[in-house]
C-alpha cells in the first residue's frame, strides 16, 4: 500500500478528531474559560507559572513523547503495519488523547496535584499512597533508563567512524545556555514571543551547524553520566520558567522540523508499505503484546504522570487544556504514523529504532536523489532530535518524581509548613530532588536494563489507573464519564494478562533454572511483574467500589 495514503488517512482522521470529538469532550466536561487555573492561584514563580499556549505545548510533547513514539511502532512491526496503524489511530483518539486531556483537566481542578491526589480524594488515601509509590519507582526506572540512552546519544566510540554523536553533545550543551537566555528575555524582559522565537529557531538553527562543525570528542561515557546527573538536578529545582519551559519550546521546534522531513521524504519518495507479520515467538501473540508494546503513540500512562505533574501546574487557561492535551497526543500518534511508515520502507527493524527511524527518512530521500553528504546530515539531525526528546523526557520525569516523593509525605489539605521531622526533611525540594535524581542514577549504573522490559506492562498500568482516577472523578461531581469505560477496562485487562504471563514465564525459568537464562533477571522480573499485578487488582477494586457507590448514590436521589 501506498504510505502516502496511509499518511494523509492518518492526518485527516488525527485533525477531524480534534474539532470533532476534542471539542465534544470540552463541552460535556465543562471546560471553563473564566475559571483561574492554579498557575495563577498558586504562583510560586518555581514550580507554579502562568505559560503561554504554544510554550507549554511545546513542553508537554517534547517530555510526553521522549523516544517512545518511535520506539514503539517501530518494535510492533513484527505484527504487521495494518494491526500497528489501527492501534494507533483508534487508540490515540479515544483512548490516548481522552486519557491525556483528562488527566491533565483532573489536575488543574485538584490544585495541580498529580493523579495520586486525585485517587486521595476520590478513591482513598490507601489507593493514593499505593499509586504515588508505584508512580514514583517507575519514574526512578525512567530517569535511569533515560539517562543511559542519552549518554549513548552523546559519546562518541570511534571519531574515525563517525563523529554524529559527538554534534549531539555539541548541539545539545548550546540549546541548555541559549534556553536559559530565550527563558530570561520572555519571562523577565517581556519580549515578544513572536519575534523571541523566531530568533531562537534561528539561534537553534545555528547550535546545530556548531554541533556539526565542531562535535565533542574524546570524553569519557562516567563523565556524560556525572553531567546528566546535574544538569537535571539543577532542571528539577530551578523556576519552570528559566529552564524547563523554555528548553523544552525551543526543542519543540526541532521535532517539529523533524517530523515536517519526515512527511516531506513521504510525499516526494511514496515508498510501500511492504512490510509482513514476521513474529517468531509463540509467547508474541497479538493481545496483549501489541497494546503494551506501542504505548506512546497510542496510549502511556507516562502522560497523565507529566500532564498532572508539571502541565497543570503551568497552564494559563482551562481552555489551552484541549490543545496541550488532546492536541499533544494527537501530534504524537502522527509522530508514530511517520515511525510505522520508516520501518516498513525498509520492510523490518534495522538496528535500534532509532537508527531504524533515521536510516529510514535518510532513504526517502536518497531514493529522490539527495546527495550522501545530505543523507548524512539528515540522519545527525533526527540522532539530534531523539537526543533532544529523551534529555527532555528525563528532566520532566525527574521534577515529577520529586512532586510524586513530596505528595507522598503531605496528605489533602495539611499545611506543609506545619509538617515536622522526617517529612518535613523529606518535602523539602532539593532532599526530594537529590533522593530522586541519585537514585534513578544509581540504577542506570547498577542494572536498570534487568527489569526494564516490565516497563511497558507498569506504564500501561499507569494508563489504566489514571483513567480509572478521573472517570471515578467526574462521575461524583456529575459529569459524563462513560467515555473512559471501554479505555479503562480495557488497558487493565491488557495489562494484568501481558503481567500474567511474564510472571509465569520468568517464575518457571528461574525455579526450572532454565538453560541460558540469568536467575537474577528472572527473580526479579518475576517478583515486580507479581507485585504490579497485585497492585493493579487492589486499586480497581477500590475505584470499581466508588464508581459502584456514585452509582448507588444517584439511584437514592432519583
Known sequence: MSSL????????????????????????????????TPAHTMNDGVDYCPCKAPVLLG??????????????????????????????????????????????YASIRHGGKSIGEVIDVNIGRTGKRLFLVFAWLTLLLVIAAFASIVQGTFVVADPAASTANGSVATASLLFIVLAIAFGFFVYRKNTSLLWSSII???????????????????????????????YIWVACVAPVWILLQPRDYLNSFLLYAMMLLAAVGVIFANPTMNIAPVVAEKTATLFPVLFITVACGAISGFHSLVSSGTSSKQIDKETDAKVIGYGGMLIECLLAILALIAVASLGGQQGTPPVTFAT???????????????????????????????????????????????????????DVKALTGIRKFVVNPYVSTTITVGLGILLAIGGWSKIWPLFGAANQLLAGLSLLAVCVWLGRIGKKNFMFYIPM?????????????????QITAFLTHAEGVDMMTAGLQSFFAGVLAILAIILAIQGIKALTSIGKKKDVAA
Not at 214 to 224: A, L, M
Not at 490 to 502: D, G, H, N, R, W
Open 5 to 36: 495514503v496511509v499518511l494523509l488517512i492518518s492526518a485527516v482522521v488525527l485533525l477531524g478528531a480534534y474539532f470533532t470529538y476534542g471539542k465534544y469532550l470540552a463541552k460535556v466536561w465543562g471546560i471553563d474559560a473564566d475559571k483561574k
Open 59 to 104: 513542553h508537554h510533547f517534547a517530555s510526553i513523547a521522549g523516544a517512545g513514539p518511535i520506539n514503539g511502532p517501530i518494535q510492533a512491526s513484527v505484527f504487521g503495519w495494518l494491526p500497528v496503524m489501527l492501534w494507533v489511530l483508534i487508540g490515540g483518539v479515544f483512548f490516548g488523547a481522552v486519557h491525556d486531556f483528562g488527566s491533565l
Open 200 to 230: 531562537g529557531v534561528i539561534l537553534l538553527a545555528a547550535c546545530v551547524w556548531v554541533g556539526l562543525e565542531f562535535p565533542i570528542v574524546g570524553v569519557s561515557p562516567n563523565f556524560w553520566l556525572g553531567f546528566i546527573a546535574v
Open 360 to 414: 529510514g527518512i535518510a532513504g526517502f530521500f536518497a531514493a529522490i536523489g539527495a546527495s550522501t553528504a545530505t543523507q548524512n546530515v539528515i540522519f545527525t539531525l533526527i540522532t539530534l532530535a531523539v537526543s533532544a526528546f529523551a534529555l527532555t523526557s528525563l528532566d520532566t520525569a525527574a521534577r515529577m518524581g520529586r512532586f510524586m516523593l513530596q505528595e507522598f509525605f503531605v496528605n489533602e489539605g495539611e
Open 489 to 505: 477496562a480495557f488497558m487493565l485487562i491488557a495489562t494484568l494478562t501481558s503481567l500474567i504471563i511474564t510472571f509465569k514465564n
